[in-house]
């Protein structure tokens, strides 16, 4: 090779790296415009209130606080959103590592030859590199998409802690309501036995029929068979989180245990509560979706970079010997060198790689509708949670009037019946209410507690919890570190978005 070729390949090297920057194909992502969300919710509140970032210790339970706090620091769903987090900064290396050369590949070969009677050995020594210059900025966008995906993916594990801490509190609440049910149903029964007592008197007297009797304890029995049905309830709430926590049923009821007042936990919202329209759009699950559309924008351009040249620099050093001859040939003469560059084009495959293009940029209008739609059903969420704790906690009010009217009922029924007044289904009628009133009061107590359970997720809060903190869970590093893979920094890093 002669100093003229040599300066020749020097100078088209140098407009290849000087072009590899000049132009970044497809469009760059634009924010999508702001929904409207309603007239009436506040835009002033601050965005970093305790009450919404902590919002189960409102409940003032400590049972509930100790299940939250296990679940943050056991929970498997959380552990595998961590290990995804961990995936995705691995994808994005792989992303940053193809704008160095791609191609890296030393070889060697030993042989022994055997030709025309003669025997000899050949050696080849090579090293091969190759670099597909980034023109047109493909790869460039494939690193915007691998960024934007992994900021999706610690954006998705706010959203399974948000997720995550309302059922741990949900389950909660409804073993509470169960268990608050049982209460009721075994003072009814009391009640109950005594009305059975009262008309087997009665019967035994000759003042009643059988029937008044039989029926007085069909009710009874009736009752009675509640409690296992219930008993079920909370063996399988306890069991959901068990799940929700990563540990056994038993640890489980080990904290239940604790809980010695056995009553629904209650949170009273103000009259006048308002609505942040700015934590609404800061919810996680909004953030996904406006990521995976930040990602797909990016996937435009790299489609759209295989309708031009591929311009690459290549390069070989090979060392090539035998010993055919008197002796092994020199090292000098069996060098060789080449290098410099090459370009390939798919010029008859434009149709397909046009249809590739239109499919990304489809998609990525279809990631758009669907942000536009996450924020509607935000909405929805929120809006439906507000009204129907308001709704419930006027259906609790009423429900209040009607056992104190329905408690009253039944001990003037049992004053009548005794003296006669009354016929016994006058007095069975208000038992039976008595019971569904009861029981239906601790069901909708319990619901008024889900409903705020339910403004409170769906508001988006607490996903603040894991702060400061690392995503990959200490027993996930030590398992990694632990099977010999190299990690270099990956497992050190702290959790950036």
Avoid at 56 to 67: E, Q
Avoid at 183 to 191: L, P, V, Y
Avoid at 442 to 449: D, E, H, L, T, Y
Wanted: glycine share 6%; proline share 2%; hydrophobic share 40%.
């Amino acid at each position: 090779m002669n100093k003229t070729n040599i300066k020749t390949i020097f100078i088209l090297v140098a407009l290849l790296l000087l072009s590899s920057a000049c132009s970044v194909l497809g469009p760059n992502y634009k924010k999508p415009p702001e929904q409207k969300l309603p007239q009436n919710w506040d835009t002033n509140l601050t965005k970093s209130d305790k009450n919404i970032q902590e919002w189960w210790k409102l409940f003032n339970d400590d049972t509930l606080n100790t299940l939250v706090e296990k679940m943050y620091e056991q929970s498997f769903d959380l552990r595998s959103a961590g290990l995804r987090i961990l995936q995705a900064r691995t994808v994005l290396g792989i992303s940053q590592g193809l704008t160095y050369p791609q191609l890296q590949t030393l070889s060697g070969s030993l042989a022994g030859v055997q030709s025309g009677g003669k025997s000899f050995a050949s050696l080849g020594v090579n090293f091969d590199m190759g670099w597909e210059m980034d023109v047109w900025g493909k790869y460039a966008r494939g690193i915007e998409s691998s960024e934007a995906t992994l900021y999706a993916s610690v954006a998705s594990y706010n959203d399974i802690l948000i997720t995550l801490i309302a059922e741990v509190a949900r389950n909660y609440i409804n073993y509470q309501t169960a268990q608050e049910r049982i209460i009721f149903a075994k003072r009814n029964i009391k009640i109950q036995k005594r009305v059975t007592t009262m008309t087997e008197v009665q019967f035994n007297a000759g003042n009643v029929s059988e029937l008044d009797m039989q029926q007085s304890r069909t009710q009874l029995y009736a009752t009675k068979s509640l409690l296992p049905s219930l008993e079920f309830a909370k063996i399988k709430l306890r069991n959901a989180l068990a799940v929700l926590l990563g540990v056994l049923p038993q640890d489980v009821e080990t904290i239940l245990l604790h809980d010695k007042t056995q009553e629904i936990p209650t949170l009273n919202l103000a009259s006048d509560f308002k609505i942040n329209a700015d934590l609404v759009r800061r919810r996680p699950d909004l953030q996904v979706a406006e990521l995976q559309a930040k990602a797909q924008n990016a996937r435009i351009g790299s489609a759209q970079a295989e309708l031009y040249p591929h311009f690459s620099l290549f390069g070989s050093i090979g060392f090539n010997t035998n010993n055919a001859g008197s002796g092994w040939v020199s090292a000098g003469d069996s060098i060789g060198i080449s290098a410099g560059p090459s370009f390939s084009w798919n010029i008859f495959a434009y149709d397909r790689i046009k249809n590739q293009v239109r499919i990304q940029d489809a998609k990525f209008q279809e990631s758009l509708n669907n942000y536009n739609k996450k924020v509607l059903q935000a909405v929805s969420e929120v809006s439906n949670a507000l009204d129907g704790y308001r709704l419930t906690k006027e259906q609790l009010g009423l429900n209040e009037q009607s056992i104190k009217a329905t408690t009253r009922a039944y001990k003037l029924s049992v004053t009548q019946y005794e003296n006669g007044l009354v016929t016994y289904q006058r007095l069975l009628s208000t038992v039976e209410n008595l019971t569904k009133t009861e029981d239906a009061y601790a069901q909708i107590k319990g619901n008024i507690a889900i409903q705020a359970i339910a403004l409170y997720k769906a508001l988006g809060g607490g996903w603040k919890l894991h702060d400061n903190s690392i995503y990959i869970h200490e027993k996930d590093t030590k398992d990694l570190k632990n099977r010999g893979v190299d990690w270099g920094e990956y497992l050190k890093e702290k959790n950036e978005q």
